[in-house]
């Protein structure tokens, strides 16, 4: 049996009545930019993060940019985020105009490390993108503390967290605004690629409206400088198809995660850390074995794939390689050489979940 790691095929395969349902629906209305998909589709996410606003844009990436340009940060001002975050949150960053400066992450959660932020905080600094790496959130109520102190706002990065949660308050809900991503494999993925901006405020809900837009507030009449950023509307009809899907297919997630943390129990690879207070939903299930060449060929060569999220921190990358010292992001890097992904996503069959779980479990006590 071949367990890859994702299959996009599969999940369009079982959907395809209501996605071709979606499509129609679009194609008979044949509006395509700005219409009532999306503003469905907008309400419908807002009330799902708990959040008054969501404003859909063209990425997860885009999002990042729009909410910091909305809260007004850019050029001059320094923005912190994980070290060990994929390279979009950084080109987020750096779209906006504002500077990133990379903190190292806890070694269990992999998540934002507070202290460490407190170290690269300047008087230039005006925010914090913590990254929910993997579905788990950061430890907020530490970054929310410092925030305060510093007078920064907290934008969180929700791209691999549709739907966890802290403290009972869902991811998109806890820091000034949030960026999503619904790039195909995320846990709520459109058809291509698709982002959104949810916040609670007001004020940064118009701003990012009216910035995904060339800044336009009457038609001709463009009241910031703004670009071209928008969900379109058959993205837009597929989301909200899938929406409510989304908290099945995350108890999926968590009810194979679980049975993937029994077979590895007393091996000697390292399962994820579920926090206290945490809804992890499981984006990536990733491990850490010492040897990860000879582990993932023991899978591969047992019809298992894997994938690496990520092999090299954004500051070890050739373009990047100016925004810290080798070995100032210690635990980063350190986790890089040792994390592995292996397949979970919420149409796994039974039988491939079992699989898994003993290939898994053979090569952690070999
Ligand atoms: C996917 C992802 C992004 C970027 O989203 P795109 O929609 O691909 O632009 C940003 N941050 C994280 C953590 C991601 O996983």
């Not at 395809?16 to 998909?37: C, I, K, M, N, T």
């Not at 979970?344 to 779980?357: C, G, I, K, S, W």
């Amino acid at each position: 049996m071949h367990v890859p790691f994702l299959d996009l095929a599969r999940h369009v395969e079982l959907l395809r009545p209501q996605l071709d349902d979606a499509y129609a629906r679009v194609l008979e209305r044949s509006r395509f930019v700005l219409g009532e998909e999306l503003e469905r589709f907008e309400a419908a996410f807002a009330r799902y993060c708990g959040v008054s606003h969501a404003v859909g844009v063209a990425s997860g990436t885009d999002a990042i940019t729009v909410a910091l340009a909305a809260l007004d940060i850019g050029p001059g001002d320094e923005v912190i985020t994980a070290a060990n975050t994929c390279v979009p949150t950084v080109v987020g960053i750096e779209q906006a105009g504002a500077t990133p400066i990379l903190a190292d992450v806890d070694p269990r959660t992999l998540t934002l490390d507070p202290a460490d932020v407190e170290r690269v905080v300047t008087t230039r600094t005006r925010a914090i993108v913590p990254v929910h790496l993997y579905g788990q959130t950061t430890d907020i109520a530490p970054l929310a503390d410092l925030a305060a102190a510093h007078g920064l706002v907290l934008v969180e990065d929700c791209a691999q967290a549709h739907g966890a949660e802290y403290r009972g308050r869902r991811a998109g809900s806890l820091g000034r605004v949030a960026a999503f991503s619904f790039y195909p494999t995320k846990n709520l993925g459109a058809l291509g690629d698709g982002g959104a901006v949810v916040t609670d405020d007001d004020g940064v809900a118009e701003r990012a409206r009216l910035l995904r837009n060339y800044g336009e507030q009457e038609r001709f009449e463009h009241v910031l400088r703004g670009r071209n950023s928008r969900l379109d509307e058959l993205q837009a009809a597929i989301l909200s198809t899938k929406l409510p899907l989304l908290n099945g297919w995350n108890e999926r997630r968590r009810q194979i995660a679980a049975r993937y943390g029994e077979a590895l129990a007393g091996s000697a690879t390292t399962t994820p850390h579920e926090a206290p207070g945490r809804r992890h939903v499981y984006h990536l299930y990733v491990v850490r074995v010492p040897d990860r060449a000879a582990f993932r060929s023991a899978l591969s060569e047992r019809g298992v794939g894997t994938a690496v999220h990520y092999p090299v921190p954004v500051h070890r990358q050739p373009a990047y390689a100016d925004l810290a010292r080798p070995g100032e992001l210690s635990v980063a890097e350190a986790a890089s050489e040792e994390i592995v992904s292996l397949p979970l996503h919420a149409d796994l069959t039974d039988a491939e979940v079992e699989r898994v779980a003993e290939v898994v479990a053979d090569a952690s006590r070999t």
